[in-house]
């Protein structure tokens, strides 16, 4: 199997051609690429030599057409890597004559290609979507991309099935992502699939396949108990951004919020009685607001400051709270070995194994989430935790929220409180 390069012309200037053959078949089709016909040799391409003799006029004029040949080599390569590539991932009935050269070197922007459309994807959900949505979208690129140059090959839309996905999933677990990370990649996979069958593009049948065979393990996610919890808010001697992001974490341990929510309580969002908060939550902003208990461990802060919630910590917030929490962990002594799962890149894609690090050092922004959900699990019915995390992943309990999103407020009140003790 060879590609070569080659002219008919004898001008001065001639097309390029490009020839592949193997066996008895033996392709051609004129490229869109022009050279200077005495400077291809056997199809490679013969850069100008300079001269001793050459002024320094005569020498720069050399180099500038030996840059326009070193460019038009990058082209060549390319154009070579992409016959290459439609090569590999023909169909077994494909012909392979000069129609099928054609295609490739005149596509429609290689419309057929997995990689086009999820541009096309891209470029839709771009104004559509959240952020943070849209940046997990773009790591699909990025992975395929990587996943794309491991196997040697661009893949057609079309190839993309159940055996793409049991090797793609192979290949993922062998750089380590972890299982929730490769269900939601092979998720925005799908998403990407659907989305270019709308459009017309051919694609497998067994799209709701692609995830069936992951179960996500147990996970290691690090919480405070309640007497973890306790200890946190005994602490004596705290000062500054110290004092303030302990109140804040114990607030965060019974609220259930996240730290972007939780930053914007407000007393005025407070009920009448007191008793509840009214949130709405920014990642389900679509839904409606949830009512949040104000537990006696909250009010107790509140007092603490004349009825408001403690100040927040201007430019840069998030990154200075979570900085001071830890330092707050580490004060209240939780400094036993503790396992998790951390991050083993910047891109923040997934790619993660277990590392074992001083509890306060694993302390993250979602602890007060995490710490209500495990401390209130198995004592009080789940969805009562659910209405005040917000969580919305059981089919059983969208359904219900859809209709009502209406909690039973005595018994959730008198439930909580009664699991404290």
């Given at each position: 199997?060879?590609?070569?390069?080659?002219?008919y012309?004898k001008?001065e200037?001639?097309?390029l051609?490009?020839?592949?053959?193997?066996?008895?078949?033996?392709?051609?089709?004129r490229?869109?690429?022009?050279i200077?016909?005495?400077?291809?040799?056997?199809?490679?391409?013969?850069?100008?030599?300079?001269?001793?003799?050459?002024?320094?006029?005569?020498?720069?004029?050399?180099?500038?057409?030996?840059?326009s040949?070193?460019?038009?080599?990058?082209?060549?390569?390319?154009?070579?890597?992409?016959?290459q590539n439609a090569?590999?991932?023909?169909?077994?009935?494909?012909?392979?004559?000069?129609?099928?050269?054609?295609?490739?070197?005149?596509p429609d922007?290689?419309?057929?290609?997995?990689?086009?459309?999820?541009?096309?994807?891209?470029?839709?959900?771009?104004?559509t979507?959240?952020?943070?949505?849209y940046?997990?979208?773009?790591?699909?690129?990025?992975i395929?991309?990587?996943?794309?140059?491991?196997?040697?090959?661009?893949?057609?839309?079309?190839?993309?099935d159940l055996?793409?996905?049991?090797?793609?999933k192979s290949?993922m677990?062998?750089?380590?992502?972890?299982?929730?990370?490769?269900?939601?990649h092979?998720?925005?996979?799908?998403?990407?699939?659907?989305f270019?069958?709308?459009?017309?593009a051919?694609?497998?049948n067994?799209?709701?396949?692609?995830?069936?065979?992951?179960?996500k393990?147990?996970?290691?996610?690090?919480?405070?108990?309640?007497?973890?919890?306790?200890?946190?808010?005994?602490?004596?001697g705290?000062?500054?951004?110290?004092?303030?992001?302990?109140d804040?974490l114990?607030?965060?341990?019974?609220?259930?919020?996240?730290?972007?929510?939780?930053f914007k309580?407000?007393?005025?969002?407070?009920?009448?009685d007191?008793?509840?908060i009214?949130?709405?939550?920014?990642?389900?902003?679509?839904?409606?607001?949830?009512?949040?208990?104000?537990?006696p461990?909250?009010?107790e802060?509140?007092?603490?400051?004349?009825?408001?919630?403690?100040?927040?910590?201007?430019?840069?917030?998030?990154h200075?709270?979570l900085?001071?929490?830890?330092k707050?962990?580490?004060?209240?002594?939780?400094?036993?070995?503790?396992?998790?799962?951390?991050?083993?890149t910047?891109?923040?894609?997934?790619?993660?194994?277990?590392?074992?690090k001083?509890?306060y050092?694993?302390?993250?922004?979602?602890?007060?989430?995490?710490s209500?959900?495990?401390?209130?699990?198995?004592?009080i019915p789940?969805?009562?935790?659910?209405?005040?995390t917000?969580?919305?992943?059981?089919?059983?309990?969208l359904?219900?929220?859809?209709?009502?999103?209406?909690?039973?407020?005595?018994n959730?009140?008198?439930?909580?409180?009664?699991?404290?003790?």
């Amino acid at each position: 199997m060879a590609i070569s390069f080659f002219t008919y012309s004898k001008k001065e200037t001639s097309p390029l051609w490009v020839r592949y053959r193997e066996g008895k078949i033996d392709a051609k089709a004129r490229t869109p690429l022009i050279i200077q016909t005495d400077r291809l040799s056997k199809g490679q391409i013969l850069k100008y030599r300079i001269k001793q003799s050459d002024n320094a006029e005569e020498k720069e004029r050399i180099r500038d057409k030996n840059n326009s040949l070193d460019m038009l080599q990058i082209k060549m390569n390319d154009l070579q890597r992409t016959i290459q590539n439609a090569l590999n991932n023909r169909d077994s009935n494909d012909v392979i004559d000069k129609d099928f050269m054609k295609a490739i070197l005149y596509p429609d922007k290689n419309a057929n290609l997995l990689m086009m459309h999820i541009d096309n994807f891209l470029t839709n959900k771009k104004l559509t979507v959240k952020e943070s949505s849209y940046k997990l979208y773009v790591q699909l690129k990025r992975i395929i991309s990587d996943f794309e140059q491991h196997k040697g090959k661009a893949y057609l839309i079309k190839n993309v099935d159940l055996s793409f996905s049991d090797e793609f999933k192979s290949w993922m677990k062998g750089k380590g992502y972890s299982i929730t990370s490769i269900k939601l990649h092979l998720g925005t996979l799908m998403q990407v699939l659907r989305f270019a069958s709308k459009r017309g593009a051919t694609v497998t049948n067994n799209i709701d396949s692609f995830r069936e065979d992951l179960k996500k393990p147990k996970t290691l996610n690090v919480y405070l108990s309640f007497d973890e919890i306790e200890a946190i808010t005994k602490l004596e001697g705290l000062e500054g951004n110290e004092a303030i992001a302990r109140d804040w974490l114990v607030i965060s341990c019974f609220t259930a919020q996240r730290v972007s929510d939780m930053f914007k309580f407000n007393s005025k969002d407070i009920s009448k009685d007191g008793d509840w908060i009214t949130v709405q939550q920014t990642k389900n902003e679509t839904s409606a607001k949830i009512s949040v208990p104000i537990m006696p461990q909250v009010r107790e802060i509140l007092n603490k400051y004349n009825g408001e919630f403690p100040p927040t910590f201007g430019v840069n917030a998030y990154h200075r709270y979570l900085k001071a929490i830890k330092k707050v962990c580490k004060r209240a002594g939780l400094d036993e070995e503790t396992k998790t799962l951390a991050s083993m890149t910047k891109e923040d894609d997934g790619i993660s194994k277990i590392v074992t690090k001083p509890k306060y050092e694993l302390i993250g922004s979602h602890v007060g989430r995490r710490s209500f959900a495990t401390n209130f699990y198995g004592k009080i019915p789940s969805a009562l935790i659910m209405s005040v995390t917000g969580h919305l992943t059981e089919s059983s309990f969208l359904l219900y929220i859809d209709r009502e999103r209406l909690i039973d407020k005595k018994n959730l009140m008198s439930q909580l409180i009664n699991a404290t003790k």
